[in-house]
């Protein structure tokens, strides 16, 4: 795969998790990575972790809930390399249950994290690289934004929105230069999903995989959206997901 030195790499909700992952993944090909996230410690550690392994990192906390945040972390990040090359938006809040048990404060906050910050990141982000004449931003998506589930609704229809805008944006940007693209994972081991236990394995019942992924599969798949070899790539959803889609 071809390197991605000289680059500068934004990945939100990059202190854990798949995000983690896509952040070790990108600096080992040269990325210099710029690490967000709401926790100090954390943070500072995968940026340490990186370097200590020769990499280039460096930890920007953001509690990313609004425009205003949205665009302050997009400020830092180009102050400390003068450019974005790539963006992964990755941060998220995921929820369940019935609708009738959604208040307004979950439906906004949802919608707030999961749509709103990725958009103000890219409107601010993305016409810098536009008159660079390149660049590149991978969504992080869901596959409860594909189909109807009776206790997803909400986090669903969010995700379903920025799948929505990652083809409006590759309209939008892919003329100037800018490739707009998703990946929608499956079922992943992460320690936001480690919670549920045995549980997360019912998820890859019957599917062709047969089992839960790992976070470094789906940072491998952001990893080639991102590189020249995927330069002919504008708009698509990547699915992740063992082989969800195909049952």
């Known amino acids: 795969m071809t390197t991605l030195n000289g680059s500068t790499a934004l990945i939100t909700g990059s202190t854990s998790g798949i995000g983690r992952a896509t952040a070790h993944t990108l600096a080992e090909l040269g990325a210099h990575v710029i690490i967000s996230g709401r926790h100090q410690e954390r943070g500072e550690q995968v940026a340490a972790h990186i370097r200590a392994a020769g990499g280039k990192a460096d930890f920007v906390a953001a509690l990313l809930t609004d425009a205003a945040s949205a665009r302050s972390l997009a400020q830092q990040a180009l102050s400390i390399t003068g450019r974005v090359d790539i963006l992964v938006n990755n ?3 995921y929820s369940f249950g019935p609708t009738v048990d959604t ?5 906004d906050l949802s919608y ?7 958009y103000f990141l890219v409107a601010e982000l993305a016409p810098r690289m536009a008159g660079r004449g390149a660049g590149a931003i ?12 009776a206790v997803a609704g909400l986090y669903g229809s969010a995700k379903a929105s920025l799948m929505l805008l990652t083809k409006s944006w590759a309209a939008e940007f892919g003329p100037s230069g800018v490739r707009v693209n998703a990946v929608s994972p499956g079922p992943i081991h992460t320690p936001g999903t480690d ?11 019957g599917t062709p995989a047969a089992r839960v992924g790992e976070a470094v599969e789906i940072a491998a798949a952001v990893a080639f959206l991102v590189s020249d070899e995927a330069s002919y790539i504008h708009g698509v959803v990547l699915p ?6 195909a049952v």
């Open 91 to 93: 941060a998220g809040i």
């Open 103 to 107: 208040t307004e404060k979950a439906f």
């Open 112 to 118: 707030d994290i999961n749509v709103k910050v990725p």
């Open 138 to 149: 991978v969504n992080i998506l869901t596959g409860v934004a594909h189909k109807g589930y």
């Open 195 to 205: 919670v549920m236990g045995e549980g997360i394995d019912a998820f890859a019942v």
């Open 240 to 245: 992740v997901d063992g082989g969800s889609v």
